[in-house]
């Protein structure tokens, strides 16, 4: 199923045949570079459907002071029908339609005698204020910004990544007819669609994603009273990041998992879910040190020691109440299984590592810092000490020394 992994080529001008021309050439081209893609143009590139053109004589549609407006509503309410206001009744709206006779228009030919009111009250004929010409054309024309657009959807096949292949069309396809000047006079092509909307997610949850590593350290800060130590545990947050890719890849070997807007949010849950671990290992150890008077190492050996039971406790039980989310199928069960694989992945390899790196960066951060204060300590000895106050000394008659 591939409806969720589509890149819309939007081609956007005023000429719609130029605009068929490169409908065309984008159509082969996608196909050519990605042989598996589904490649379809929205509406048809097919310029043989029939069409009627009404094109305004404007010197006789002036004397009759019948404007192009006018004429086109009149022509529209006697062939189709227009809507022309809305009534109430009992409270529900219903919509006014002027529409003419049907017997008056059985053919297209019968177009052209169609009956326009002027405003002095006559009767002329359609074809007296317009030419009406029989040709062909689309079977739709959309519009973007009230200019005319065609739009090529090429959905990649599974294996092939949604990113790469709007790099592809970016710099294979558009770059060159950029660089060839057929988007010239006003004409331009956009990537819209999925690719469209992974593009604005991504770059929102950038933003997202830099706020909760903030308030992540600044509560740590807050909980340990110091700015280096959560340093420290900010350091294992890549670690499920990378946990979180590879829990991802490894769901894709089985079954297809875009990089939607939930996926992406597993990642920032895995911020406040990686630390949890570490805030344990950090925590016990400076009680060690500030309380019981170990050395770093012993502290840190000691805190690994007693809480690498409650941290494989809390791993197992948060992955198997994960699982079912990530392997069983149901309804609604594509929606968060990527999810679920993010946060999965990422809290399996987060464990395993923190134990090893997060000790590591925490002996060689108080390494540093003792580092620091021995060289701050021969600076402070060396600063002149303040001289004690004169005594003053008193000898009486019978020389006694008073201090």
Known sequence: MTGGRTIEVEIIGPDLEKLVAMGGQILVK?????PNA????IPSLDLSSPE?????????????????ADLGYTANA???GAFAGD??????????????????????????????ATPDGRLVSLGALANVKITSGPEQVNHRERQRAITIEVSPPEEMALEDAMDQIQSEIVQPMRENGQLA???????????????????????????????????????FESWLYPLVII?????????????LSVLNLFMLQTLDVLTMLGFVILIGTVVNNPILIIHQSLNHINEDGMTPREAILESIRTRIRPIFMTTTTTVLGLLPLVLFPGSGSELYRGLGSVVLG??????????????TLFSLTMDAKEWGLNLLRPVALKRPQPSAAPREVEIDSKENVTV
């Open 78 to 80: 006697l062939i189709d």
């Open 185 to 223: 006079g006003g004409y331009r092509i956009n990537l819209s669609g999925t690719a469209d909307k992974l593009r604005d997610t991504w770059a929102a949850l950038q933003f997202n994603v830099l706020l909760a590593l903030m308030i992540t350290y600044l509560l740590m800060a807050a909980l």
């Open 235 to 247: 350091f294992s947050v890549p670690l499920g990041a990378v946990g979180g890719i590879l829990g």
């Open 38 to 41: 589904q490649v379809r143009p």
């Open 346 to 359: 990422g809290l399996i390899v987060s464990t395993l590592f923190t134990l090893i790196l997060v000790p």
């Open 30 to 34: 996608s196909k050519q570079m990605i």
């Open 87 to 116: 009534y109430y009744l009992g409270g529900d709206k219903i919509d006014l339609t002027i529409i003419g006779q049907s017997r008056h228009i059985q053919n297209t030919q019968d177009v052209a005698a169609l009956s326009v």
């Open 52 to 68: 009627v053109h009404i094109e305004p004589k404007l010197m006789q549609a002036a004397e009759n002071r019948v404007s192009s």
